[in-house]
């Protein structure tokens, strides 16, 4: 043990003396009737008089946050999933030699007690211990001054501590779950059917985006992880699936910021004989949904940006918001060298490769995306960069498509579905013809999607929300990392 803590030694000699009383220090046999949360609510306003006359006997257990040593008696806190609860220990109560062994116990210990609730001098409801023990000696002491670390990567490598101390990191991951439910619960009435499709791809499709390799043994071949399940999710449209969607994990090998991380959590939903123009609504029904289950309204801040989440949404195409918030000229936007020029001026380095669509697109991201702050649909986005998103009939070099953005982030992405096979593998040559080789092979042709098309895909719509962006806006978070429990660091070695 040389080199330990020296409150970790401490510990584990305090583990070896319940030992010798003949105590288990990790012992798994105490029977839990109670929540914290349940004695809190059914309690809380009961008088004095009331809560003596309480014959029944609580059973509780959780993990010990704080001790105040009295001699005799001492007070705990107590944390429990669903709260924290003050417990009282004399020693009169619950006999000498438990109170002996009870004065072992540490912050950080999770313990069983079992007595009734009563209200302290300072009118705090607190249970009267008449038995307590020990269920699990902690052998490391918990942060005592949590808040003033400098190193905030440490809340997300050791996230279990996090979680531990600071009640309101938990709350946002049980909101986390609470908005996936929501949409589940909107999808499924509406009757979209949830399914799982290959996490392990061939070929990597579905979005513009470096994937992650890897190998099979047994088939002697390539994989990669998926960076997006849309091809698979169309397939099941052409196989009779009108209405389906899923919950998935997606994973680009590219840069880390406070809105993205290599693994990321998407719902994609696919719905038969409907447009990009129903999904705008679709869309709008469904996040003010969200928005009054949460704030009991549509209106809420977030980081320091009231927002409105009243429909109707604004709806502006890309040129127009291009015109109206970079201040160009309505006919510049259409002259590429006209561009080219405002986009050096913006600081921006564009290739002389790109076409006209996809410098109005870089444009738009430096200029215009950030001054988005309220709920903004952005539709008629240019053909070249939309391969797999329907032409517009009216104007070819458009495709039916919006993007959703609020607080200056795309929130979700939805197109006319492209079901024109011919149309579908040309876009996919010109796609691929235009990267430069790589040995990410994210260029490769998927001839199995082109061969289902062919069978014949009715007329979809189809989006994909980013789950992580939207639990950030609900919650108030301004990083991504703080509503991934476990986001990808960097190694410290």
């Keep these: 043990m040389e080199g330990l803590n020296p409150l970790v030694l401490n510990r584990i000699e305090k583990m070896k003396a319940l030992k010798r009383e003949g105590v288990n220090p990790f012992a798994n046999d105490f029977q839990v009737t109670h929540a914290t949360r349940d004695i809190l609510e059914e309690f809380q306003d009961k008088t004095d008089e009331d809560l003596e006359k309480i014959k029944t006997r609580f059973s509780l257990a959780g993990r ?30 619950i006999g000498k030699d438990n109170f002996k062994i009870s004065k072992m116990l540490d912050a950080g210990d999770f313990i069983g007690i079992i007595g009734k609730p009563f209200r302290t001098k300072s009118k705090e409801l607190t249970i009267m211990v008449e038995e307590i023990r020990l269920l699990t000696k902690a052998l490391r002491p918990l942060p005592e001054k949590w808040h003033g670390l400098v190193d905030i990567e440490t809340r997300y490598r050791q996230r279990y501590l996090d979680l531990i101390v600071n009640p309101g990191v938990k709350e946002v991951f049980y909101k986390r779950t609470r908005i996936i439910q929501l949409l589940r619960d909107f999808l499924n009435k509406r009757d979209f059917l949830e399914v799982e499709t290959p996490m392990m791809q061939s070929i990597p499709g579905g979005a513009t985006a470096r994937p992650f390799k890897t190998y099979h043994n047994t088939l002697n071949m390539d994989l990669y992880l998926r960076i997006a399940p849309e091809l698979y999710l169309k397939r099941l449209v052409i196989g009779g699936f009108e209405r389906v969607y899923e919950i998935n994990r997606n994973f680009r090998n590219e840069g880390m910021s406070t809105q993205h991380n290599p693994e990321f959590t998407m719902l994609e939903f696919y719905q038969s004989y409907a447009t990009y123009q129903d999904f705008m609504n679709l869309t709008e029904e469904m996040l003010t949904c969200i928005a009054k289950t949460f704030f009991d309204g549509f209106k809420f801040e977030y980081q320091g940006v009231e927002l409105d989440f009243t429909p109707p949404w604004s709806r502006i195409t890309m040129k127009d918001a291009i015109v109206k918030y970079g201040e160009l000229n309505e006919g510049d936007v259409e002259i590429e060298e006209k561009l080219l020029e405002y986009a050096k001026g913006s600081g921006l380095q564009i290739d002389k490769k790109m076409g006209l669509g996809s410098i109005q697109n870089q444009i738009f991201e430096k200029v215009v995306e950030p001054k988005l702050l309220q709920p903004t649909f952005i539709t008629n986005y240019p053909t070249d960069i939309s391969p797999l998103s329907r032409r517009n009939d009216k104007n070819p070099q458009e495709v039916d498509r919006f993007e959703l953005f609020v607080c200056g982030r795309e929130i979700a992405n939805a197109f006319s579905e492209l079901n024109d096979p011919i149309d579908q593998k040309q876009r996919f040559l010109e796609e691929i013809s235009q990267r430069e080789v790589s040995d990410d092979d994210s260029g ?21 929300i980013g789950i992580d962006r939207l639990v950030m806006l609900f919650t108030n978070v301004a990083s991504i990392r703080d509503v991934i429990l476990f986001p990808q660091l960097k190694s410290r070695r």
């Design 64 to 93: 010990i946050m704080s001790i105040r040593d009295f001699g005799r008696a001492f007070f705990l806190h107590v944390q429990d999933r669903t709260g924290r609860i003050q417990a009282y220990i004399r020693q009169d109560k």
């Design 444 to 464: 490769i042709l998927d001839k199995d999607f082109i061969d289902a098309l062919e069978y014949g895909m009715p007329p979809t719509a189809g989006e994909g």
